[in-house]
């Protein structure tokens, strides 16, 4: 071992990062000291990746120091300082072979002469080190997701040694290949390697970690030795703020049936079935690739599924997102930007979108949009959307009022069903309450909601009834006076199958 | 079996292009006695030349996820350029050097548009295939220029008794799969074409690799059109339309995927054969000199069409695998 273990590694104090004076990290710090595997934890947008990126050197911090054996970094620049990530996102080439990909920021050989067998012995060599066996002459899209992740951390460690950062290594992987990293981790630490390991799943944090940072809202909570605490310690602090229900006034749900989903199934989910009545939200909780905006897009036929969708009691058949608009249902998606809004059209035409046809009833006599400026200003002014006035440009919006011009233009088609998928992410405090309130009014007015959301503490605010996805499947079902945002985490991130609440 | 060879396939893309070479040949053999005389073979070697040096270089911008539409237009450049320059100075070296350094600066423009700018390949070379055949027309105010006899020599000479177009092809088709296979520039534009995010995250050489593939592909079509006018007898005002259709069709028949990542020199190569193929055989059968446009656009959308449909096939068995992996996932957990 190079390092004696009395030095850190790494080590950083009150690492900040604000981007145009928002701070989203603020004062992290820790040791890290050879071998260990330090699990940083917390919920979605709680600052793990900017804490990652600052480490790495892809971002550059706002305030704080970064000491690598001792001694203060100025400029961190990662790989030299022998800092590696392996980022959600492999950076390798899919067309390339495993020796390639692996060798290709520093190819043996010169410019006009690749050493190819050396470049093949550098691979092999890798890949004998992590015990794994791939085929290095194979093309990196012909290998499974877990394979990719391995040749990435091959490819990290060529270029630095000392630090790895994981992040969420474990989404896209299988049980099996799952249990294969964590054995190279137990593997890497006993080697030396310091290692930071980023995921919200418990139980593969005490799997593979020894020490743990606890980030909320970007600030760290608390950080010490894994084995002095108890998950459910763990969990309270990734969760935080206790959650004050009394201001919510729901109705009770009335009427009949809006919605029931029964056996739905594709390729990323399996027998989905649940129901939502008139004037009831339902949230669905779990974590990030559980399936649950695919079950959202295969009500509404954006991606092929199995089984059946019911509106009002009536089967629906070849289902269209211009179809279920028929029946009085709509779908606000996660990523707003992409898939929802017209970014570089004025407010106004943004909030007349789905009821267009309201407003060209003068037909081809009178070509204009009567009364579309008139309605449009008259709903932001009724959703509190704060713009100078609705010819602006949506992408000129925040995200909360982005957010509240997508809702609204959908309310103007008076839908009976929403589904909202993350109808909060990257919504400031302020604008994440109106949003609430509308929603929980939606409900008192009759219509169905049901909430796809990451952010648990929003689901036990606004929802009567939540259900839990893990890994596809539906995995539990709490009432609201039930509520237990400990278990439900739990349910949501353990990895064994047994149904609870239910 | 089955598996052994849609592997083998995979990783040797030029292979279907030449077995359905060899195919066509064998049919063309039985069909026409003509077919299989040495001085048809040879003279479609020649006429395949142009477009198979072109398409060596434009494998390369294909590959980077790339494409240059003013190839042909480059082309008709140099030709004229060329042709100016001899009628005027009398010197073939001037003449050569000048219309060779010429193709690669405007190859090099086209890269560093495409980079600087961050206009789509498309877009800024279809508007540089505009700007080079009017600059060239300009040069030559539109006149007919011939070249001396002795020029012939580059288009149908013999060196070694191999014609003297051969030659340059198996020279430049040497180049370019050492230029491919052996060095960084080769890797990094597989590379880039692969993923020019990942490219970019690791640091690789991005902005200098696509100027350069694309400076390669003007500098073949120089040699090229040097070829051609040889051929030709001088400069004509149809020179190079529509060339560009004709290497793009090769390189894509030669197996390499339009949105870059994967190809083959040697398939490029064969693409560009099995056109000049088609051609052979429609001219043995003494066919209707307007259906040779129709032909040559229907191989292009079958090649295309097939490939389409085996990615699909591998596409619906991934999604296959993903339900049988998931299924497996609820029963070990």
């Known amino acids: 071992m190079l390092n004696d273990n009395n030095t850190p590694l790494l080590s950083f104090r009150g690492l900040t990062k604000s981007f145009s004076g928002k701070t989203v990290v603020n004062g992290v710090s820790f040791d890290l000291y050879p071998g260990q595997v330090v699990g940083l934890i917390g919920e979605n947008g709680a600052g793990k990746s900017t804490t990652k990126n600052m480490l790495c050197g892809l971002l550059e911090p706002t305030a704080g120091k970064i000491f690598v054996n001792g001694q203060l970094v100025e400029k961190n620049e990662g790989h030299v300082h022998g800092i590696s990530a392996v980022h959600q996102e492999l950076s390798l080439f899919g067309a390339l072979t495993v020796a390639e990909n692996m060798c290709i920021g520093q190819l043996p050989g010169s410019a006009t002469k690749i050493n190819w067998k050396k470049v093949e012995e550098i691979a092999q060599e890798q890949l004998d080190f992590l015990g794994i066996e791939i085929d290095t002459s194979a093309t990196v899209e012909s290998l499974g997701a877990g394979k990719q992740q391995i040749v990435e951390i091959g490819k990290a460690l060529l270029h630095a040694d000392k630090v790895l950062i994981l992040d969420e290594p474990t989404t896209s992987l299988t049980a099996v290949e799952r249990e294969k990293l964590f054995v190279l981790i137990d593997k890497l630490s006993t080697r030396g390697i310091a290692i930071i390991f980023i995921s919200h799943f418990l139980e593969e944090i005490y799997r593979v970690c020894d020490h743990y940072i606890v980030l909320r809202d970007g600030t760290q909570v608390d950080s010490g030795l894994l084995a002095n605490v108890p998950q459910r310690k763990l969990e309270e602090m990734m969760v935080g703020r206790t959650i004050d229900n009394a201001n919510v006034q729901h109705s009770q749900p009335h009427g009949g049936e809006a919605l029931r989903v029964e056996q739905l199934s594709s390729a990323d989910f399996k027998d989905v079935s649940f129901n939502v009545k008139q004037g009831e939200i339902l949230g669905i909780a779990g974590l990030m690739g559980a399936g649950r905006t695919e079950v959202a897009e295969a009500i509404f036929g954006l991606r092929p599924s199995t089984g059946s969708v019911y509106i009002n009691g009536v089967k629906t058949e070849n289902r269209t997102v211009d179809s279920m608009k028929q029946l009085s249902a709509c779908y606000l998606p996660e990523d707003r930007r992409t898939n929802g809004l017209f970014l570089n059209r004025p407010v106004r035409e943004n909030l007349s979108a789905a009821a267009i046809y309201r407003f060209i009833k003068q037909g081809i006599t009178k070509l204009g949009f009567a009364g579309e400026s008139h309605v449009s200003q008259k709903i932001v002014n009724d959703m509190g959307i704060a713009i100078p006035h609705i010819e602006v440009r949506v992408d000129a919006l925040s995200g909360g009022n982005q957010q509240k011009v997508l809702l609204s233009r959908w309310m103007a088609t008076e839908p009976k069903l929403f589904i909202l998928d993350e109808p909060t992410k990257g919504v400031d405090i302020g604008a994440k309450f109106d949003i609430h309130t509308k929603i929980i009014n939606l409900a008192k007015n009759g219509a169905a909601i049901v909430i796809v959301s990451s952010d648990l503490p929003e689901l036990l605010n606004v929802s009567q009834r939540i259900l839990v996805m893990r890994r596809g499947k539906m995995v539990g079902e709490f009432q609201r006076e039930a509520f237990d945002s400990v278990k439900i985490i739990s349910l949501a991130a353990s990895s064994n199958d047994k149904g609870e609440g239910r | ?333």
């Open chain 2, 1 to 333: 079996m089955k598996s052994t060879l849609n592997s083998i396939i995979s990783k040797q893309k030029w292979l279907p292009i030449a077995l359905a070479n060899m195919v066509f040949a064998a049919l063309l053999a039985i069909v026409s006695p003509v077919f299989l005389t040495l001085s048809n073979f040879q003279s479609m070697l020649i006429q395949s030349g142009v477009t198979a040096i072109m398409a060596i270089g434009m494998t390369f911008i294909i590959i980077t996820a790339g494409i240059d539409i003013s190839m042909g237009a480059i082309l008709f450049f140099c030709s004229a350029l060329f042709a100016q320059l001899l009628q005027d100075t009398q010197s073939y070296w001037l003449a050569f050097s000048a219309a060779i350094a010429c193709a690669t600066l405007l190859g090099t423009i086209n890269g560093v548009l495409v980079t600087r700018f961050k206009i789509s390949p498309l877009i800024t070379t279809l508007a540089t295939y505009s700007i080079y055949r009017g600059m060239a027309i300009h040069l030559t105010g539109a006149q007919n220029i011939p070249v001396p006899r002795e020029m012939g020599f580059l288009g149908n000479g013999k060196l070694f008794g191999l014609p003297v177009p051969i030659i340059l092809l198996i020279v430049i088709f040497i180049l370019g799969v050492y230029l491919l296979n052996h060095t960084r520039l080769g890797l990094y534009a597989k590379a880039i074409g692969s993923s020019a995010r990942s490219a970019n995250e690791s640091n690789l050489p991005v902005t200098k690799v696509t100027v350069a593939v694309y400076a390669i592909g003007g500098m073949v079509t120089g040699i090229s059109a040097l070829i051609l006018l040889a051929r030709v007898g001088g400069l004509q005002s149809g020179i190079g339309i529509g060339i560009e259709f004709t290497v793009i069709a090769a390189v894509i028949l030669g197996g390499t995927k339009l949105t870059g990542g994967s190809g083959t020199i040697v398939g490029s190569v064969f693409g560009a054969f099995f056109l000049v193929l088609i051609d052979n055989g429609l001219n043995l059968v003494n066919a209707s000199p307007y259906i040779y446009d129709i032909v040559r656009g229907s191989v292009l959308l079958a090649a295309v069409a097939v490939d389409r449909l085996s990615a699909k096939r591998q596409e619906s068995r991934l999604i296959q695998i993903k339900k049988q992996r998931l299924e497996h996932n609820h029963a070990t957990n």
